[in-house]
Nanobody
Framework: QVQVVESGGGLVQAGGSLRLSCAAT????????MGWYRQAPGKQRELVAS???????DYKDSVKGRFTISRDNANDTVWLQMDSLKPEDTAVYYC?????????????WGQGTQVTVSS
């Protein structure tokens, strides 16, 4: 069994900061990619940021320079530091982990955490 648990969402004013945390537990040998998606009401789920086990990073263009993703491979944990938040960042944020290799994803999702940015 693999579990993915997020924490750290909440309500913040525009310009503020939040830090999301995500821990994976269970029968895990190695996590290839860890990351965060988000889904706003009426919109499709979109990739916000991801980090490969090697350390390579990927960010959605609209969060570059404001969000920072990091991970601890030893503890199967990933964080998303969100600064200079905007109302358009409001969404449910989902952590995911990919245990698979290239072309063979084995993905587990967290339950989601609400982030609300007020103007």
């Amino acid at each position: 069994q693999v579990q993915v648990v997020e924490s750290g969402g909440g309500l913040v004013q525009a310009g503020g900061s939040l830090r999301l945390s995500c821990a994976a537990t269970g029968s895990i040998f190695s996590i290839n990619v860890m990351g965060w998606y988000r889904q706003a009401p009426g919109k499709q789920r979109e990739l916000v940021a991801s980090i490969h086990r090697s350390g390579s990073l990927d960010y959605k263009d609209s969060v570059k320079g404001r969000f920072t993703i990091s991970r601890d491979n030893a503890n199967d944990t990933v964080w998303l530091q969100m600064d200079s938040l905007k109302p358009e960042d409001t969404a449910v944020y989902y952590c995911y982990i990919d245990l698979g290799g290239i072309g063979i994803p084995i993905v587990y999702w967290g339950q989601g955490t609400q982030v609300t940015v007020s103007s």
